[in-house]
């Protein structure tokens, strides 16, 4: 299981995420229903335009001004899942930063994605509900397992510096990393929603820059 | 620009299900914008055919408000998806007859203008001597006034452009476009096209929109795309504020009532007419109240996307103008002043329905009657 999931399976991914990838993005700028003109929502001025475009894909502005609770939920959910994944990069391209620093932030926001996760899944029981579908729950309980089991690596008091890892991938001669249950585990699912990533909701990630900026791009008239 | 799939990038993390004053009201699926997305989508990527029924309800249960849309963190165009949905459906035969009776009606008269042109005469002479102002019809003009059905759209534009001694003349037909809301673009562009033959009959320079909010969505930005842009359109509201900022027009008394005042959203959030009846309603309002929330946030009234004129929608309409019922209350405005016909129509039929008092007024009524 070692062997396939750090040899053969990462390339699956990457093939799987890249040709889903151009697919998806075919698709979505191909089935588009036209929209009718409207007042510029923003403004005329290409300043305030910008500004409107990047405090609704940073700031989530409309959920802000909607729903104050789902606002917070989710900053700290995609703010937790930027900074861990961040740290996987600084792990796999063997950056050092102090250990207990990275330890103690890793840890934290671990956690606080964790807490983010489980809160967002018990919404699917019940507010929104009614316009949940499969999809919604397969992902969270995915994210939960991938969180869990990383979390589990760091607190089991092993060492991990994958980086000479990533550079055997990169020269495709992948050598197996040290046996771990938790390790097995998270490189097996996080690999299996990467795969997942263009195919289904998760496009957004790349979708929400382009449909962003379309209240924006009506001229006047 | 390329047309994306909005329904793409939808996460379904309900944010339009709290936007929706619909969904607010009936907590049922097919009301919630996330839902209604994925399942429009079927019908605008296949050929449906027989089952088209299941949609029906998906398409014509939504006002086309978009307030789900400013309030979506990837601003998902549900109104687009619902009224390219309504023109599939209509063009396979499922509509809301009265809407299609209305929309044909409207092309017919275009086609026999002439004939209508006696009678419209002879009753809007009825109107000068009953109201004693004077009301120009088919006249050559600087300024083409587009009125609704109804005194209460042309006496008071006609006081005002009398008193400022306006070049204008009353187009015989009406601002309101029923195949709009039927999804039906090509039927809305016939109907659309009466006014600017008309106005090319009288010379006319400018296009005046009375208090309608669909109609001022069309003419204002679908109607340069069709037929450029040597005529003008404006909103009798924006032709209003200007007299006002001019000082064409005085103000000779006020209101003391508390005044309220309701964003349509095709003219407000939608159409960008949110600062002038504001600026008409603080000239001549003493206790001017906003809504809350207001202007671009504003909720729908229950009866936009032509909920009013489909019969077999009332009970529905009436139960989403509860949202907006619990705003007006909470201003204890006596007055609700809007500058859309529908809204006009639905705020009265939610006073009436619910035995709440209020008076409903245009902006420009209000100013007629303060001048």
């Given at each position: ?68 609770k789902l606002?917070?939920l ?44 489980v809160i967002l899944l018990f919404r699917r029981f019940g507010e929104v509900r009614?316009?949940s579908?499969?999809?919604d729950?397969?992902?969270l ?81 | ?12 993390c309900g ?357």
């Open positions: 299981m070692m062997d396939f999931v750090f040899t053969s399976l990462p390339y699956i991914t990457f093939t799987a995420f890249i040709s889903g990838l151009i697919w998806r993005i075919w698709r979505f700028f191909r089935a588009g229903v036209p929209s009718y003109p409207l007042f510029p929502m923003a403004s005329q001025d290409n300043f305030q335009k910008f500004k409107s475009y990047l405090t609704q894909v940073l700031l989530f502005a409309p959920l802000f001004k909607n729903d104050r606002w917070g989710s900053w700290m959910f995609h703010l937790s899942l930027f900074l861990i994944v961040a740290g996987h990069f600084r792990m796999f391209l063997g950056i050092r930063i102090d250990e207990r620093l990275a330890f103690t932030l890793g840890s934290f926001f671990g956690l606080v994605f964790l807490i983010s996760v009614v316009v579908t499969l999809e729950y397969v992902i309980i995915l994210l939960v397992f991938i969180a869990l089991s990383g979390l589990a690596m760091r607190f089991s008091g092993n060492h991990y510096d994958l980086s000479a890892y990533a550079s055997s991938l990169i020269t495709l001669s992948p050598q197996i990393p040290e046996y771990d249950i938790f390790l097995l585990i998270h490189a097996f699912l996080a690999q299996l929603l990467i795969a997942y990533l263009p195919y289904g909701k998760l496009f957004h990630s790349i979708g929400a820059f382009v449909t962003s900026y379309y209240p924006l791009r009506w001229q006047n008239g | 620009m390329a047309e994306v799939d909005f329904a793409d990038v939808c996460v379904r944010s339009c299900l709290r936007a929706c004053h619909i969904f607010l009201a009936t907590g049922r699926r097919h009301h919630a914008a996330a839902v209604k997305i994925r399942t429009l989508r079927k019908i605008l990527k296949a050929d449906v055919g027989n089952d088209a029924d299941r949609f029906y309800d998906y398409a014509f249960e939504c006002t086309g408000c978009r307030r789900c849309t400013v309030l979506c963190p990837f601003s998902v165009e549900t109104a687009s998806y619902v009224s390219r949905a309504r023109g599939l459906l209509t063009s396979s035969g499922r509509y809301p007859s009265t809407l299609n009776e209305l929309a044909e009606t409207q092309i017919m008269k275009g086609e026999n203008w002439e004939r209508h042109l006696r009678m419209f005469r002879l009753s809007i002479e009825m109107l000068e001597n009953q109201h004693s102002v004077r009301i120009p019809v088919q006249k050559e003009a600087e300024i083409l006034y587009v009125p609704l059905q109804g005194a209460h759209t042309i006496v008071p534009a006609a006081r005002i452009f009398n008193a400022v001694k306006e070049s204008w003349t009353l187009s015989i037909f009406e601002a309101s476009v029923f195949a709009f809301f039927l999804g039906d673009m090509e039927r809305v562009k016939k109907t659309v096209e009466r006014i600017k033959e008309e106005a090319e009959r009288v010379n006319a320079r400018e296009i005046v929109i009375t208090e309608c909010g669909h109609a001022y969505r069309v003419y204002r930005f679908l109607f340069p795309r069709w037929f450029g842009r040597d005529l003008k359109v404006r909103s009798i509201v924006e032709v209003v504020t200007e007299y006002l900022k001019n000082g064409e027009v005085e103000v000779k008394s006020t209101l003391k009532e508390p005044i309220t005042y309701h964003d349509p959203c095709q003219a407000g959030r939608n159409g960008g007419l949110i600062d002038e009846p504001r600026f008409v309603l603080r000239e001549i309002a003493e206790d001017f109240r906003e809504m809350n929330p207001g202007r671009e946030l504003n909720f729908c009234c229950g009866g936009g996307g032509g909920l009013v004129a489909v019969p077999e929608l009332k009970e529905l309409r009436l139960k989403a103008g509860k949202v907006k019922l619990r705003q007006i209350r909470e201003t204890e405005a006596k007055i609700v002043s809007t500058i859309c016909e529908n809204c006009k129509t639905q705020l009265k039929d939610l006073k009436e329905h619910y035995g709440i008092n209020y008076r409903v007024a245009g902006v420009t009524d209000l100013l007629a009657e303060c001048i």
